[in-house]
């Protein structure tokens, strides 16, 4: 293995099934891990994305780590190998969840790169705090900013790329959901993920990884209810809108505005406060056009 494309092909085997080299040939292949850059991108992330769509592709990510070829490839990713996210708990490294979470999800490129790259944020973002605890504020953030030069140093088109950034930028929201949210709230969750929600609940289930008895069920029924009142939210809208019919007119008639996108702004600004739970939903027009008699 002392060619990159060796050291391409034999992750790529790994991840298959097929024995991992012994020790000290993995070892000695490191060099040639130095060269992997040199190779066209899209080569790089064809066989990224063939050990993460095999059947053990923990295995192969570990042999490329061992061999040198994760830290030429995705350094970010490698920085998260024994970086723990709560002191003392080995379980609890990055590097051991994230191969459980790409292990988890459905066999969809996207979403496995999504789940390969959620966390590198926790690295730079990492905090101690003196009660023991351990935070990683605004990571998904952090995350997403770090996945644009890696999306373009292996080659990920403009579509591509935007479907992975918005993954790991709101992989933490389904996770999230609680049954005392107002329909509102579900609502504005179900329009902010538009195209991307079916993948991301997709991606929240692969990331709950506890080995606490019960706490991955318990996750996958929170999101499976979260799916459940979107649709009836959904098909509660299509018969009774959350607006009343007319409310366009009652706005003319009241301050004797014109047919204009302006009605259609004022009209935008109800649905708006509505979903931020600011309004009750399914009132009379009365009651949106109090609202708007200060924006006007």
């Given at each position: 293995?002392?060619?990159?494309?060796?050291?391409?092909?034999?992750?790529?085997?790994?991840?298959?099934?097929?024995?991992?080299?012994?020790?000290?040939?993995?070892?000695?292949?490191?060099?040639?891990?130095?060269?992997l850059t040199k190779l066209p991108a899209?080569?790089?992330?064809?066989?990224?994305?063939?050990?993460?769509?095999?059947?053990?592709?923990?295995?192969?990510?570990?042999?490329?780590?061992?061999?040198?070829?994760?830290?030429?490839?995705?350094?970010?990713?490698?920085?998260?190998?024994?970086?723990?996210?709560?002191?003392?708990?080995?379980?609890?490294?990055?590097?051991?969840?994230?191969?459980?979470?790409?292990?988890?999800?459905?066999?969809?490129?996207?979403?496995?790169?999504?789940?390969?790259?959620?966390?590198?944020?926790?690295?730079?973002?990492?905090?101690?705090?003196?009660?023991?605890?351990?935070?990683?504020?605004?990571?998904?953030?952090?995350?997403?900013?770090?996945?644009?030069?890696?999306?373009?140093?292996?080659?990920?088109?403009?579509?591509?790329?935007?479907?992975?950034?918005?993954?790991?930028?709101?992989?933490?929201?389904?996770?999230?959901?609680?049954?005392?949210?107002?329909?509102?709230?579900?609502?504005?969750?179900?329009?902010?993920?538009?195209?991307?929600?079916?993948?991301?609940?997709?991606?929240?289930?692969?990331?709950?990884t506890s080995r606490r008895p019960g706490?991955?069920?318990?996750?996958?029924?929170?999101?499976?209810?979260?799916?459940?009142?979107?649709?009836?939210?959904?098909?509660?809208?299509?018969?009774?809108?959350?607006?009343?019919?007319?409310?366009?007119?009652?706005?003319?008639?009241?301050?004797?505005?014109?047919?204009?996108?302006?009605?259609?702004?004022?009209?935008?600004?109800?649905?708006?406060?509505?979903?931020?739970?600011?309004?009750?939903?399914?009132?009379?027009?009365?009651?949106?056009?109090?609202?708007?008699?200060?924006?006007?």
């Amino acid at each position: 293995m002392d060619s990159p494309v060796a050291l391409l092909n034999v992750a790529v085997d790994v991840a298959r099934g097929a024995q991992p080299p012994p020790p000290e040939i993995t070892v000695a292949a490191r060099p040639a891990a130095a060269l992997l850059t040199k190779l066209p991108a899209l080569q790089l992330r064809a066989a990224i994305e063939a050990v993460i769509m095999s059947r053990s592709l923990d295995v192969g990510l570990q042999w490329m780590h061992d061999a040198g070829v994760l830290a030429a490839l995705l350094p970010e990713l490698e920085a998260t190998v024994d970086f723990s996210q709560e002191a003392g708990r080995r379980h609890k490294d990055v590097w051991e969840h994230t191969k459980q979470v790409v292990v988890q999800s459905v066999p969809s490129p996207l979403i496995r790169w999504a789940a390969l790259l959620h966390d590198v944020g926790k690295v730079p973002t990492r905090e101690m705090l003196p009660d023991g605890k351990v935070t990683f504020h605004r990571h998904a953030e952090v995350g997403a900013r770090m996945w644009d030069p890696i999306a373009r140093r292996l080659g990920f088109d403009k579509t591509e790329r935007h479907k992975i950034r918005f993954l790991v930028l709101h992989h933490l929201r389904a996770n999230a959901y609680e049954p005392a949210w107002t329909d509102a709230a579900v609502r504005r969750f179900d329009h902010e993920m538009g195209e991307h929600l079916d993948d991301l609940l997709d991606l929240s289930r692969a990331d709950v990884t506890s080995r606490r008895p019960g706490r991955r069920q318990e996750a996958v029924r929170n999101i499976h209810a979260l799916k459940e009142r979107i649709l009836a939210i959904r098909e509660l809208d299509a018969r009774v809108p959350p607006l009343p019919p007319g409310l366009g007119n009652a706005i003319m008639q009241i301050f004797g505005l014109p047919p204009s996108k302006r009605i259609g702004d004022l009209r935008k600004l109800c649905e708006e406060a509505v979903e931020r739970g600011e309004l009750e939903e399914r009132r009379d027009a009365a009651y949106y056009v109090e609202f708007l008699r200060d924006k006007i």
